[in-house]
């Protein structure tokens, strides 16, 4: 089981394309909400402990995470922040590493070439790689793996591709909802839950957050490590302050800025 008494970490996830970040609804339908540089430092204002930026047409664009824009935010923020979407190779992981970034998310060609896990692990260290589950429920309520930012059903089992992503190095598993991206209606509890009490790495939910109390819950009933949202954060109906003052209130130890 993963490590639950450590401080619970809230982390907005900006999703970017063309350098502009973007939201959503099931992955399509997509908005502009703002610049990514300046939302992040936004966000580490209001108490964010991490943020993450997935570069969201990178893979399907078959194209590398455009650099740049990385060392920019490796400019303006503090606190750690992990970038995926386009990461394919070594060169890939080692170029965002020295742009500033602190961890990178491995996503669809983890699911391609396994070994780029391990040779993550091997060169960088574990704490470096995040392993990034889209999951998709099907008709059985068995979650599958989804790649190519949504776009293509492997008909893997969400929690034994995780499970074999532990063994071969991943540091955390960054946990999405498919069904539940962008509707705010709530975490996949049930599902978090499983991959929460049955993995020795930290947990990050993704997919769904509506309110504060969807933090409580995850962190409270699904045992999440951490909690990621985008779409509550972007149009400024919650700030992270907000969602860490009422989860202190609740009991659940989160970092209060």
């Known amino acids: 089981?993963?490590?639950?008494?450590?401080?619970?970490?809230?982390?907005?996830?900006?999703?970017?394309?063309?350098?502009?970040?973007?939201?959503?609804?099931?992955?399509?339908?997509?908005?502009?909400?703002?610049?990514?540089?300046?939302?992040?430092?936004?966000?580490?204002?209001?108490?964010?402990d991490e943020l993450v930026f997935l570069d969201i047409t990178a893979s399907h664009e078959k194209r590398s995470t455009m650099l740049e824009w990385v060392k920019d935010v490796a400019k303006n923020l503090s606190i750690p922040f992990t970038v995926g979407g386009g990461v394919n190779t070594i060169d890939d992981v080692q170029a965002l590493l020295q742009a500033g970034a602190d961890k990178v998310s491995v996503n669809t060609q983890a699911v391609k070439n396994p070994k780029l896990i391990t040779d993550i692990?091997?060169?960088?260290?574990?704490?470096?790689?995040?392993?990034?589950?889209?999951?998709?429920?099907?008709?059985?309520g068995v979650a599958e793996v989804l790649i190519k930012g949504g776009r293509e059903n492997t008909g893997m089992n969400a929690y034994d591709w995780a499970t074999k992503c532990v063994e071969l190095g991943a540091g955390e598993i960054l946990l999405t909802s498919w069904d539940k991206d962008g509707t705010q209606s709530g975490f996949d509890l049930e599902l978090v839950k499983y991959f929460s009490e049955n993995l020795p790495v930290p947990i990050i939910a993704s997919g769904g957050a509506k309110?504060?109390?969807?933090?409580?819950d995850v962190f409270k009933l699904a045992f999440a490590d951490a909690a990621l949202a985008a779409t509550i954060f972007h149009d400024g109906s919650h700030t992270v302050g907000e969602i860490k003052n009422i989860l202190n209130q609740e009991g659940v130890q989160v970092r209060i800025c």
């Open 1 to 48: 089981m993963s490590a639950n008494n450590l401080c619970k970490r809230i982390i907005p996830c900006l999703d970017v394309a063309n350098g502009r970040t973007v939201k959503g609804i099931n992955f399509t339908g997509l908005r502009d909400m703002g610049d990514p540089i300046e939302l992040g430092a936004a966000y580490e204002k209001q108490g964010a």
């Open 211 to 216: 309110n504060s109390q969807s933090f409580v």
């Open 121 to 140: 692990k091997i060169k960088f260290g574990s704490q470096c790689c995040v392993v990034a589950i889209d999951a998709k429920r099907n008709s059985d």
